[in-house]
């Protein structure tokens, strides 16, 4: 079990930059993969954006596919998502969890969750 804590939220105009950071407490096993999921209120948790810690695969929803970037830094323990040109629609409390399975796109693989940090974009 991995301990996750989200910091980086915030509001912003549609068009800005926001850098998401999920921290890890100890050691991040080597057959995990760490994920990015999103939910808006009265909606499902959406999958943004995942990546194998140690091989270092991407995986992105269409949706931000080219606007966003998920990128690891070992010496951390950090997982951070580099979010650009960013637009109301991505508005949503944005989550980090955790897998040890290969279906990295489905939140019911994930067993450990941050408690979310909140991302609002005005038009």
């Known amino acids: 079990q991995v301990q996750l804590v989200e910091s980086g939220g915030g509001l912003v105009q549609a068009g800005a930059s926001l850098r998401l950071s999920c921290a890890a407490s100890?050691?991040?096993?080597?057959?995990?993969?760490m994920g990015w999921f999103r939910q808006a209120p009265g909606q499902e948790r959406e999958f943004v954006a995942a990546?194998?810690?140690?091989?270092?695969?991407?995986y992105y929803a269409d949706s931000v596919t080219g606007r966003f970037t998920i990128s690891r830094d070992y010496a951390k323990n950090t997982v951070y998502l580099e979010m650009n040109s960013l637009k109301p629609e991505d508005t949503a409390v944005y989550y980090c969890?955790?897998?040890?399975?290969?279906?990295?796109?489905?939140?019911?693989?994930?067993?450990?969750w941050g408690q979310g940090t909140q991302v609002t974009v005005s038009s």
């Open positions: 969890g955790a897998t040890s399975s290969r279906w990295v796109r489905r939140s019911d693989q994930y067993t450990s």
């Open positions: 990546i194998n810690w140690s091989a270092g695969s991407t």
């Open positions: 100890g050691r991040i096993f080597s057959s995990y993969v």
